[in-house]
């Protein structure tokens, strides 16, 4: 089974930038689509990005031009850069992964599908004050 550990998110204001790290073990990395996801109490999990073994990545609407998401396959990791941050960016962020995958993600919004995501991380809090 993964086992995912997330680092890096924390306060910043309103144009600032943070950097979530994940780091995977547990599992054939290169056959593991990786994603973000991320939650603000009473509401549901919400998918921000996606990335393949390949490094193709599909993001969110609303993260868009603003998000980028990069993977280093040789030491198991994800980090998800987040750039010119919002209010509205503030929630729980949560790393996943898809072991059923053999590396491949969906195309488009179905690869931000809640339930093929198998591992979890315990989350890490970004907080974005206006």
């Known amino acids: 089974q993964v086992q995912l550990v997330e680092s890096g998110g924390g306060s910043v204001s309103a144009g600032g930038s943070l950097r979530l790290s994940c780091a995977a073990s547990g599992y054939n990395y290169k056959r593991i689509c990786m994603a973000w996801f991320r939650q603000i109490p009473g509401k549901g999990r919400e998918g921000v990005a996606s990335i393949a073994a390949d490094g193709s990545a599909y993001y969110a609407d609303s993260v868009k031009g603003r998000f980028t998401l990069s993977r280093d396959n040789a030491k198991n990791t994800v980090e998800l850069q987040m750039n010119s941050l919002k209010p509205e960016d503030t929630a729980m962020y949560y790393c996943?992964?898809?072991?059923?995958?053999?590396?491949?993600?969906?195309?488009?919004?179905?690869?931000?599908?809640?339930?093929?995501?198998?591992?979890w991380g315990q989350g890490t809090q970004v907080t974005v004050s206006s």
């Open positions: 996943a992964a898809n072991t059923g995958s053999a590396g491949v993600c969906f195309d488009g919004p179905r690869s931000l599908q809640i339930y093929d995501y198998n591992g």
